[in-house]
């Protein structure tokens, strides 16, 4: 599974929860923690091998916007297909996320 497909799975599984989680009265503070949520749910699912990107992504100040967040594994991804082309399996085609989606 690529990061994209893994990324619409996740916007489908995000937009259901929203609509069980109640509105909040401070609309920012509501952004804010959804867009954290988001991130933190994703930043998670990752394979291993982006640890180390995942652990820049948290360290930083301020956590990033998802848009942002999402920009920098392509990103990653893409510069690691680049570098290494013939090393990919027919399990891992480009994917940057864990297969344990069953867990």
């Known amino acids: 599974m690529t990061f994209t497909e893994y990324l619409g799975q996740l916007r489908a599984l995000w937009d259901e929860w ?11 503070t509501l952004q804010k923690n959804r867009e954290e ?3 933190f ?3 998670a699912r990752l ?25 920098i594994i392509l990103h ?6 680049i570098m290494n082309p013939f090393n990919r399996t027919e399990e891992d ?3 940057a996320m864990v297969s344990k989606q069953k867990d």
């Open 93 to 95: 085609p480009q994917a």
């Open 76 to 81: 990653e991804e893409t510069q690691r297909q």
């Open 18 to 28: 929203e609509s069980y989680t109640p509105v909040a009265i401070d609309v920012v």
């Open 47 to 71: 394979k291993p091998k982006y640890e180390s990107l995942c652990s820049q992504v948290l360290m930083s100040q301020e956590v990033p916007k998802l848009r942002t967040v999402c920009s």
């Open 37 to 39: 949520e988001k991130n």
């Open 41 to 43: 749910q994703m930043l």
